[in-house]
C-alpha cells in the first residue's frame, strides 16, 4: 500500500481538488487496495467543507468534493505517508523543517518527478478569486497529477507484486 498526502494551505480548495482528482484515477484503474490517497491542510483546520468553488469546479469535472471535510497535517499523517506533495515551495519547505526525518518524501506537485528547472513550482491559492480562477487552478493540479499517476500507479503494482 502507497499512502499519498496532497497538502495546501487550509485542506479546502487545492488539496481537495487533488486528492479527488488523483483518488479518481485510482478508481478507474481500480487500485484502491494499493494506494491510498488523503488530503490535509498546514493551519490546522478541522472539520470545514471545501469551497463553494472547489466543489463547483469539481462538480464540472465529474467529480464529488461535497463530503469532504479539512483536516491538519500531524505528525501521525506526515510519518505514515509515503509521499507528500505540496502545493507550494513554502508549504513543502516548511514540511521538511517541522518534519526533519521525514524530508526525503516531501516534495512540491510540479517539482515530484520532474528532471528539468522549473521557473515557477508553487501552484497558487484560488481563495477569494474568480470561478475562472478555480477551474484554472483544478486544470493545473490535474495536469500535474496525470503527469505522476503512472509513475505511482507503477510503483504501487510493484510493490503490491513483493507482498
Same mark, same amino acid.
Given at each position: ?41 498546514? !493551519? ?8 463553494? @468553488? ?7 469535472? &465529474? +467529480?464529488? /468534493? =461535497? ?41 512540491? !506537485? ?8 522549473? @521557473? ?7 481563495? &477569494? +478569486?474568480? /470561478? =475562472? ?31
Amino acid at each position: 500500500m502507497i499512502k499519498i498526502l496532497i497538502v495546501c494551505t487550509a485542506n479546502i480548495c487545492r488539496s481537495p481538488m487533488g486528492e479527488a482528482i488523483l483518488q479518481n484515477l485510482v478508481e478507474k484503474d481500480g487500485l484502491e487496495e494499493v494506494i491510498e490517497i488523503s488530503s490535509g491542510g498546514i !493551519l490546522g483546520i478541522e472539520g470545514e467543507r471545501a469551497s463553494d @468553488f472547489s466543489i463547483a469546479v469539481a462538480k464540472e469535472k &465529474g +467529480l464529488n /468534493l =461535497e463530503s469532504h471535510r479539512s483536516q491538519g497535517v500531524t505528525s501521525d499523517v506526515i510519518n505514515a505517508s509515503d509521499l507528500v506533495l505540496c502545493m507550494t515551495i513554502d508549504q513543502a519547505e516548511k514540511l521538511k523543517y517541522m518534519y526533519a526525518t521525514c524530508h526525503n518524501k516531501i516534495y512540491t !506537485l510540479r517539482e515530484y518527478l520532474m528532471e528539468d528547472e522549473l @521557473f515557477f513550482y508553487s501552484i497558487d491559492d484560488p481563495i &477569494g +478569486l474568480s /470561478l =475562472e480562477f478555480y477551474r484554472k487552478i483544478f486544470n493545473d493540479i490535474e495536469k500535474e497529477m496525470k503527469r505522476i499517476y503512472p509513475a505511482i500507479k507503477e510503483k504501487a503494482q510493484t510493490q503490491d507484486n513483493h507482498t
